[in-house]
């Protein structure tokens, strides 16, 4: 009984021109969301899929060569929308440097290891 993944962005809730800190975000919040120690226990069957959905689309989006495999793979089998040139918002995003503090993968570990640890709560 083979279903299809779903979009990892509609799980995440975000758009497929998110940052990965919008993806971090996303994750966060419907971790805590749906995490077993957070949730009534009536609902558990529905929510260990969707924790387990949530799951898979960030390990599908937070890795930059997976994301890129993925997003090549539906836009060639998406309509390309044509940009009008009168509409500026039709043209395309900006890209727009971002400066943070990121080490970078190595080539021994190309991805940083995915760490779970206590959800922390702010404020």
Same mark, same amino acid.
């Given at each position: *009984?083979?279903?299809? +993944?779903?979009?990892?962005? =509609? !799980? ?32 558990? =069957?529905?929510?260990? +899929?969707?924790? +387990? ?6 390990? *599908? ?5 997976? =994301?890129?495999?993925?997003?090549g !793979? ?7 929308? +044509? ?10 995003? !900006? ?9 970078p993968?190595?080539a ?16």
């Amino acid at each position: *009984m083979g279903c299809a +993944q779903p979009d990892p962005y =509609r !799980v995440l809730g975000v758009s497929p021109t998110a940052t990965q800190a919008e993806i971090t975000h996303a994750y966060r919040a419907g971790l805590r969301a749906q995490h077993p120690d957070t949730r009534p226990a009536s609902s558990s =069957r529905i929510a260990d +899929q969707q924790l +387990q959905q949530l799951l898979a689309a960030y390990a *599908m989006l937070r890795d930059p060569t997976r =994301r890129a495999d993925y997003d090549g !793979v539906t836009a060639r089998t998406a309509t390309p929308a +044509q940009p009008n040139p009168t509409d500026p918002a039709s043209t395309g995003p !900006v890209a727009i440097p971002v400066n943070h503090r990121h080490t970078p993968p190595t080539a021994k570990n190309p991805v940083p290891p995915l760490r779970a640890g206590p959800v922390r709560r702010h404020g």
